[in-house]
C-alpha cells in the first residue's frame, strides 16, 4: 500500500481509477479496505483514495501515545488532499464521517460535495433536547465499557460490547477467533476515536455555514444514537438530502453496497455536472 510523510508521520492509503478526486474515510476499528467495492464501483469515473485514519492499517498513530483529536485527524487527512490543489468529493463513515465534517467546516473550499453515512457526533445529542441527551447517555454507557474493559486488561470484552451494540447481539460471538483478536487489539485507539468525538463542542449551527451539496445515509437497523445524529446533521446543512435504508445496520457500506454505491456515484456525478470551475483561494495561493 502506498504511503506519505505527513510532518513525520506515516499516512497510507489506497488509490485507484482516474477522473475527479474521491477520499472516502473510514470508520472506527477498520481502514481503508472497507471501501473496496465503492473504488471498484467509481474507479472508472474518479481517483477515489482510501486513506487509513491514525492508527489503523498502515497509518501510525498520533505520536508518544497522544490522544487524536478530531481536528488533528482532519488535519492528517487534509495535508494529503491540499497536495493535489484541487477540491475532493468526500465521504465518510461513523468516525470517518465525524473526521469528514471536522473537514468541511474547517476547510469549506477544498470539499466539493460530502457524503455522510451515520457520522458519530456525539456532543451534538449531548447539548440537545432531553431526547437526544438520553441518547447521547447510551453512548457514554458504551464508552464506559470500553474503558472499563481496558482498565482491567479484558480488551476481547469490552470490544464485544462494542461490536454488538454497532451491529446486533451475536454479531461478535458471529466473527473468526482471528478477527476477534485483531479487533481486541484495536480498543485503544477506539477509544480514542470516542475521546476525539466527544471533546468536540462546536455549535450545530456552524453547520448552516455549509455550502457543499450534501447527501446523508441512514440504516434503519441501526442503533438510535446514530440515527439521530445523522438526521440533526440532514435537517441541518442547507439543502442536504437523507437516504434511509430499509434492512440495513450501521455497517450499511459493507452490508448493502449495492445500494450504497450507486447512491454516491449519482451524487457525485451530479455535483461534477452542475459544478463551476473551481479557483483556488487566494489566501492558499499566496501561501504556496
Known amino acids: 500500500m502506498p504511503a506519505i510523510d ?76 491540499e497536495a493535489w490543489e484541487e477540491p475532493v468529493h468526500l465521504v465518510g463513515h461513523s468516525f470517518g464521517g465525524a473526521v469528514a465534517v471536522r473537514i468541511a467546516l474547517q476547510y469549506p473550499e477544498w470539499v466539493r460535495s460530502l457524503t455522510l453515512i451515520e457520522p458519530t457526533i456525539f456532543h451534538l445529542l449531548r447539548d440537545g433536547v432531553a431526547a437526544d441527551h438520553r441518547l447521547y447517555e447510551t453512548m457514554e454507557s458504551v464508552n464506559g465499557i470500553l474503558n472499563a474493559a481496558a482498565a482491567m486488561g479484558r480488551p476481547a470484552d469490552g470490544m464485544a460490547r462494542f461490536i454488538d451494540f454497532w451491529n446486533g447481539e451475536g454479531a461478535w460471538a458471529r466473527t473468526s477467533a482471528r478477527l476477534r483478536a485483531h479487533l481486541a487489539r484495536k480498543i485503544g485507539q477506539v477509544i480514542n476515536n470516542f475521546a476525539a468525538s466527544n471533546a468536540e463542542d462546536w455549535p450545530l449551527a456552524d453547520c448552516r ?64 455536472q452542475s459544478s463551476t470551475l473551481w479557483a483556488r483561494p487566494e489566501s492558499v495561493r499566496h501561501a504556496a
Open 6 to 81: 505527513i510532518n513525520g508521520s506515516r499516512l497510507a492509503f489506497g488509490a485507484a481509477g482516474t477522473g475527479s478526486t474521491v477520499v472516502a474515510l473510514h470508520s472506527s476499528a477498520s481502514n481503508g479496505g472497507q471501501w473496496n467495492s465503492l473504488t471498484q464501483h467509481l474507479a472508472g469515473h474518479h481517483c477515489v483514495f482510501t486513506p487509513d485514519l491514525a492508527g489503523y492499517g498502515g497509518t501510525d498513530a498520533w505520536p508518544g501515545g497522544l490522544q487524536a483529536s478530531l481536528s488533528s485527524d482532519a488535519d492528517l487527512i487534509f495535508a494529503m488532499i
Open 209 to 272: 455555514k455549509l455550502s457543499c451539496p450534501t447527501m446523508a445515509m441512514i440504516g434503519m437497523d441501526s442503533p438510535p444514537p446514530s440515527q439521530r445524529v445523522t438526521e440533526i446533521l440532514a435537517e441541518t446543512i442547507p439543502g442536504a438530502r437523507l437516504h434511509m435504508i430499509p434492512g440495513a445496520g450501521h455497517m450499511l457500506p459493507l452490508s448493502d453496497p449495492h445500494i450504497v454505491d450507486p447512491l454516491i456515484a449519482g451524487h457525485i456525478k451530479s455535483v461534477d
